[in-house]
């Protein structure tokens, strides 16, 4: 490895380690090889050398702030991938496997890149890389792998995750009252007590459990009317998490949007957005779900397809660049791709129905979802919002948008960093001494919730549009 620990202060106290280029190292080293990046999928040179190597994004980035480490932090996973890219290592580098897992893919170094390098498009082809290179995709081991894959119970949890469970709301919804069953008949309790859960290291994971209703209380299929004069056709993508976990959050925002003349349609058809399979490295998994997805909305004749997860909105408005080299579906994710709205973006873009706003006496602190305030670039929107609200007081909170820690399933393959960065946000937040902590995606809410619990705090957390709803309910 060539970073070594030169650190000298830098503007931020944060400390920048001097990288030391590599001696060049020979693309033929005899009987030696390295596994290079696959064809399918891979990470785009272009891309990687658009980076100058400036470091302007070292202090944005939350694992670089966390650790002082060149090599966790985005300049250093570039050089990481260059090397691969050019032959100089392996896929098989436990350090670029180790920083590739660590990333939060937070995109915060994109949002600051002078360069514009599209980070984000790098790191998820450089995890679908080491996961083809495991054989992913197959519970039984492929000769064709070239590196170890993970043990055969891994596998086969992926398989049941990854490939049934978000690949089908059937299923997904089937274990969400499954999961109820679990927390409402004790037996979460015995988990808890009895250690159980820290045995096979899913205690921190466990924590963030939602409390399940067992139910979606939000069916697919409606048809909500606009309030007033009906003034836009609208859709919302109910997901997943979102789908089970936060129904009332989807209630508050159908009537937030008929509050605003919006007719709200909810498909029948639509599936899980395909954030966890695309930010894995699992891209075709992922593009499954944006065909799923772009089938069960086109010919609607919607004016937007709401979003009310920062996390989903990101990635839908991707779709376009997951299904750039097919054929058949680029042009159908390129229409897909102009409709889909976050739902602060859309409510902030048309004339608000403030008249209707009542007051809420409330003291909030507003934490940005990394995948909305750096992925999508919306920062503005939810905050004026908020300010929308008669009586309601916003605080801000220092590194509102430095990533919470939450990031998919990084509690479980990271936790150490995620309960950090976990802990970092909730000090933050509490610093203002407001009320509410106001968010827009389930990763951070649960993260949150699950920090403010262990801590003993009794801020809420809650979304905007149910600050929305509640103001609405009052006026
Ligand atoms: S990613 Fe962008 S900001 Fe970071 S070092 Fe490269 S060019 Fe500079
Ligand atoms: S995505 Fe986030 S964690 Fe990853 S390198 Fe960029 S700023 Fe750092």
Redesign the pocket.
């Known amino acids: 490895m060539w970073f070594d620990d030169d650190r000298r202060g830098d503007a931020f106290g944060f400390g920048v380690y001097q990288m030391r280029r590599p001696d060049p190292i020979p693309m033929d080293r005899g009987e030696y090889s390295v596994i290079p990046f696959h064809d399918k999928d891979r990470p785009s040179s272009d891309v990687i050398n658009t980076c100058v190597h400036c470091g302007l994004?070292l202090s944005?980035?939350?694992?670089?702030r966390e650790t002082g480490l060149e090599m966790?932090?985005?300049r250093?996973?570039?050089y990481l991938m260059k090397a691969v890219d050019e032959g100089r290592i392996g896929l098989e580098s436990a350090v670029f496997q180790e920083q590739m897992s660590?990333?939060?893919?937070?995109?915060?170094?994109?949002a600051v890149c002078p360069s514009g390098v599209q980070?984000?498009t790098i790191?998820e082809a450089s995890r679908a890389q080491i996961e083809h290179a495991r054989g992913a995709g197959t519970i039984m081991r492929p000769q064709s792998a070239a590196l170890p894959p993970r043990p055969i119970w891994q596998r086969a949890l992926r398989s049941v995750v990854f490939g049934a469970l978000f690949k089908d709301m059937r299923l997904f919804r089937a274990l969400s009252s499954s999961m109820a069953l679990y927390q409402k008949s004790g037996v979460q309790w015995l988990a808890r007590r009895s250690g159980a859960l820290k045995l096979i290291g899913m205690a921190d994971a466990e924590a963030m459990l939602p409390p399940l209703g067992g139910v979606a209380t939000v069916p697919q299929g409606q048809i909500y009317p606009a309030e007033g004069d009906g003034r836009y056709s609208v859709a919302i993508l109910t997901g997943c998490i979102m789908g089970t976990a936060f129904g009332p959050v989807h209630a508050a925002t159908i009537r937030v949007l008929q509050k605003n003349g919006c007719e709200v349609i909810l498909p029948p058809e639509q599936g899980c957005c395909g954030a966890l399979h695309t930010h894995g490295g699992d891209l075709d998994g992922g593009r499954a779900l944006a065909r799923q997805n772009i089938a069960a909305f086109e010919g609607l004749g919607l004016d937007a397809i709401i979003v009310n997860a920062a996390g989903c909105g990101s990635t839908m408005k991707e779709y376009d660049h997951l299904l750039h080299d097919d054929l058949e579906w680029r042009g159908r994710a390129e229409a897909f791709v102009r409709k889909v709205k976050d739902v602060h973006e859309f409510l902030a873009s048309i004339e608000l129905n403030t008249a209707g706003l009542g007051r809420l006496e409330l003291s909030v602190t507003y934490q940005e979802p990394?995948h909305l305030a750096?992925a999508q670039r919306i920062t503005a929107q939810p905050r004026a919002l908020l300010m929308a609200i008669p009586g309601l007081e916003l605080r801000e909170m220092p590194e509102s948008s430095l990533?919470c820690g939450s990031?998919g399933v990084y509690n479980v393959i990271q936790p150490e960093m995620a309960a950090s960065l976990g802990a970092r946000k909730v000090s933050n937040a509490l610093s203002t001494r407001a009320q509410v902590i106001a968010t827009a995606n389930p990763g951070c809410a649960l993260q949150l919730a699950a920090e403010l619990r262990r801590q003993g705090e009794a801020a809420q957390v809650r979304y905007i549009v149910e600050l929305l709803d509640q103001s609405y309910a009052a006026g």
């Open positions: 994004c944005a980035c939350p694992t670089y966790s932090s985005p250093g996973r570039i660590q990333c939060l893919n937070c995109r915060a170094c994109e980070y984000g790191l990394c750096h990533c990031a």
